[in-house]
């Protein structure tokens, strides 16, 4: 679980991040859950985007992925989202540095 001055420094981090992956009308599937958990090993943090063909938005669609995935919901605003998770393959000095 994140605390607020993490999930802000996430926050910021994530604001030049250029979305990854799109969700689209076919929602979320198994094959989403495991490219994003690909995703997630290699960056950490990553911003996907929800096609508006999409039944659900943004937010609910990040909820989902972390509830599957047990990663952290950053944000969501608009149709996109961003969800971090640390690494379980990045050596530590390689890994995204939290703020305590």
């Given at each position: 679980?994140?605390?607020?001055?993490?999930?802000?420094?996430?926050?910021?981090?994530?604001?030049?991040?250029?979305?990854?992956?799109?969700?689209?009308?076919?929602?979320?599937?198994?094959?989403?859950?495991?490219?994003?958990?690909?995703?997630?090993?290699?960056?950490?943090?990553?911003?996907?985007?929800?096609?508006?063909?999409?039944?659900?938005?943004?937010?609910?669609?990040?909820?989902?992925?972390?509830?599957?995935?047990?990663?952290?919901?950053?944000?969501a605003?608009?149709?996109?989202?961003?969800?971090?998770?640390?690494?379980?393959?990045?050596?530590?000095d390689?890994?995204?540095?939290?703020?305590?």
């Amino acid at each position: 679980m994140l605390r607020g001055k993490q999930r802000s420094f996430l926050k910021s981090k994530a604001n030049t991040l250029k979305p990854i992956l799109q969700i689209g009308k076919e929602g979320i599937t198994e094959q989403v859950i495991e490219q994003i958990d690909k995703m997630l090993n290699d960056h950490e943090l990553i911003k996907v985007n929800v096609l508006s063909s999409n039944e659900l938005d943004s937010k609910e669609a990040a909820i989902q992925i972390c509830d599957a995935l047990t990663a952290d919901f950053i944000s969501a605003l608009g149709n996109k989202f961003v969800v971090y998770r640390e690494s379980r393959l990045k050596p530590r000095d390689e890994r995204i540095k939290l703020p305590e």
